[in-house]
Nanobody, 121 residues
């Protein structure tokens, strides 16, 4: 069984920083694309940032220049460094990954349970 565990959320003042982490565990052959999504109350879930297995990344326009996604393949972990946080960044942040459990090239979609980020003074 594969699990994604997010950590690092919390309450922070506007302009502050948080670093979210997403760690995969279980029967894993390789981790392919990983994305951070967020969902604010009464809004749809949206992609914040994504990183490929090769390290290429892309960001939502609303977070470009403030957020940085990175990955540590040895630790099976993806980080989201969030700087210059704004109240509109308040949401539950979810990690999503495409994971291969064997060498067969078949990949499966997994979601973490989410971590709450609140930006408020």
């Amino acid at each position: 069984q594969v699990q994604l565990l997010e950590s690092g959320g919390g309450l922070v003042q506007p302009g502050g920083s948080l670093r979210l982490s997403c760690t995969a565990s279980g029967n894993i052959f390789s981790i392919n694309d990983v994305g951070w999504y967020r969902q604010a109350p009464d809004k749809e879930r949206e992609l914040v940032a994504r990183i490929t297995s090769g390290g290429s990344s892309n960001y939502a326009d609303s977070v470009k220049g403030r957020f940085t996604i990175s990955r540590d393949n040895a630790q099976k972990t993806v980080h989201l460094q969030m700087n210059g946080l704004k109240p509109e960044d308040t949401a539950v942040y979810y990690c999503h990954a495409y994971i291969q459990r064997t060498s067969s090239n078949l990949q499966y979609s997994y979601w973490g349970q989410g971590t709450q980020v609140i930006v408020s003074s």
